[in-house]
């Protein structure tokens, strides 16, 4: 049976990607965090969660080598732990940007980091991060400024992955969505129009597609996910 871990399994893309996985045969480690605001409810045999404090690098390592210890092997890992803020440049000070660097970069290198090391010992994984438009392009993270630096570095350690782990089949690629259709979102943006938004589903759908026998040849570092929006 393939492993898959799934960072933040109780978030909106956490549990479609756990799902999605569960439904293809999977055996799911999700991470939770201590007193986090939603429970994670997922009963499934073949899913088993853990807390996890993805800042706290020991803990993501210990984490991971248990999963290892169990299950032999890592075939992939979606890490969906974000934060996001709003501020412009003149409204955003050091200590906002290293805020945001901690909830979206560090959160997936204390955790891609030693999957990586594994699947490298493997020869094979597949490693998903979830970016954004405004970090993949600047002009696009206006009034975002903390957000899109603390994304923009999940572009650079995939190549940086890439680059070292070449001539094996462990690819990194970063999933970038657009609107992600969630219930928090239509809260906030009543007026807009849901059908053009990239719905959770969709995007576990694109995930396991790339882990699937007909994605092997695959080396896809980019991953747009945007409908319509």
Not at 11 to 17: E, H, I, K, Q, S
Not at 20 to 47: K, M, W
Not at 175 to 188: F, G, H, Y
Request: one cysteine or more; a neutral charge; proline letters at 3%.
């Amino acid at each position: 049976m393939k492993t898959v871990i799934v960072t933040g399994a109780s978030g909106n893309l956490g549990r479609a990607v756990i799902n999605r996985f569960l439904a293809e045969g999977y055996f799911v480690h999700g991470t939770v965090i201590s007193n986090g605001p939603v429970p994670c409810d997922i009963q499934d045999e073949r899913f088993e969660k853990a807390v996890v404090d993805l800042l706290n690098e020991e803990d993501a390592e210990r984490f991971t080598a248990s999963v290892i210890a169990r299950q032999g092997a890592i075939h992939a890992a979606v890490l969906t732990v974000g934060g996001f803020a709003m501020g412009d440049i003149a409204a955003t000070k050091a200590s906002d940007i290293f805020k945001q660097y901690r909830l979206n970069f560090e959160t997936a290198y204390n955790i891609a980091r030693p999957v990586f090391v594994q699947m490298l010992k493997q020869g094979t994984g597949r490693i998903f991060m979830i970016g954004s438009k405004p970090g993949l392009q600047a002009g696009l993270g206006t009034g975002m400024t903390a957000y899109s630096l603390g994304k923009s570095l999940i572009f650079h350690l995939a190549e940086l992955m890439n680059n070292e782990a070449k001539g094996t089949n462990v690819v990194t690629s970063v999933l970038v969505p657009s609107t992600i259709d969630t219930p928090q979102n239509r809260k906030a943006m009543p007026d807009a129009d849901f059908a053009d938004w990239v719905k959770t589903e969709d995007i576990a759908e694109t995930i396991c597609y790339y882990c699937s026998e007909k994605a092997k040849a695959i080396r896809e570092p980019l991953i747009k996910v945007y409908n319509n929006a």
